[in-house]
């Protein structure tokens, strides 16, 4: 049997779905990746057989996010706390009991909510333009900012831009010095799932609700005084939204950190999967001790 193979899965939590992808053999250490917005498990459709030769290797999509359930933002609440709930009950019943993280964007308060909550679970962390540090936050986010104080009708429905096709394309290419290396499978895809019915209030939610991920951020950073985990911060450093300076800052807290910065932009796996993928093999092999 291939394990580097992907399996397709998913499993039913609270009447909803988390839909996942796995590869690799479930006796080797586990990597948990998360990704962020507007994206899904998708994005690491070519990092997980890299990784997998060596890792049990588990990708789900976020509740509101790909082939995820698609509740009603009416009917369910959505937070950041809400979403990183749903993912604990997730590797609870995937009987998930230590593993490493790969934290991308939304994935990033997901991920160190997780940590917080089980640190002695967390093995390593990877963290892709995953930001903790308002130093971190361009000027990119001065619209939410704007939600954020003054919760109008008005500040909401211009935050609505973020969500065109236009938008999300230009999220792929900004930064990037050739533009012809990024997939349209992944704008394409992303695009499909914020066209869905009901998609603009399930993300115009979540762009209200990351100000309590920024409230967070002296936890988060405590979490990794505290605990100094195994930590290595790989980033595209033309991202127009998290900067070169969040991922300085997590050697301010945990020194040991490892920092690469790749010439490339947000979705930094669509330009450098190979470096990317080599150094988290590196990295991981270091944690694990696996020659």
Excluded at 36 to 41: D, E, L, R, T
Excluded at 70 to 79: N, Q, V
Excluded at 148 to 174: H, I
Excluded at 194 to 221: E, H
Aim: glycine share 6%; proline share 5%; aromatic share 16%.
């Amino acid at each position: 049997m291939n394990t580097n193979k992907v399996s397709y899965k998913t499993v039913s939590i609270d009447t909803k779905t988390i839909f996942y992808r796995e590869a690799g053999k479930e006796t080797s250490p586990t990597i948990l990746l998360l990704h962020g917005f507007p994206s899904s498990s998708h994005m690491f459709r070519n990092l997980i057989p890299i990784l997998a030769k060596d890792y049990h290797v588990v990708a789900p999509d976020l509740l509101g996010f790909g082939l995820s359930s698609h509740c009603d933002h009416k009917e369910f609440s959505y937070t950041f706390d809400n979403l990183a709930y749903y993912i604990n009950l997730f590797t609870l019943q995937l009987k998930l009991d230590k593993f490493a993280i790969y934290v991308f964007d939304y994935g990033a308060p997901v991920g160190f909510r997780l940590a917080l909550l089980n640190p002695e679970k967390i093995t390593g962390i990877i963290s892709q333009n995953g930001n903790a540090y308002e130093e971190g936050l361009s000027d990119g986010w001065n619209p939410i900012r704007k939600y954020w104080t003054e919760k109008t009708s008005q500040n909401r429905d211009a935050l609505k831009s973020f969500l065109t096709e236009e938008t999300t394309k230009w999220q792929y290419l900004y930064g990037v010095n050739d533009a012809n290396l990024v997939s349209p499978d992944g704008y394409n895809s992303d695009q499909y799932f914020l066209n869905r019915k009901g998609s603009t209030d399930i993300q115009l939610d979540l762009f209200g609700d990351y100000s309590n991920n920024v409230a967070l951020y002296p936890k988060f950073q405590e979490y990794f005084r505290t605990y100094q985990p195994p930590f290595l911060a790989t980033w595209g450093k033309n991202d127009p939204f998290f900067l070169p300076v969040g991922a300085e800052c997590f050697k301010r807290d945990n020194p040991n950190a490892i920092v690469k910065l790749y010439d490339t932009g947000h979705f930094a796996l669509e330009t450098h999967l190979e470096e990317i993928g080599a150094e988290i093999r590196s990295f991981l092999a270091k944690v694990y001790k696996i020659l």
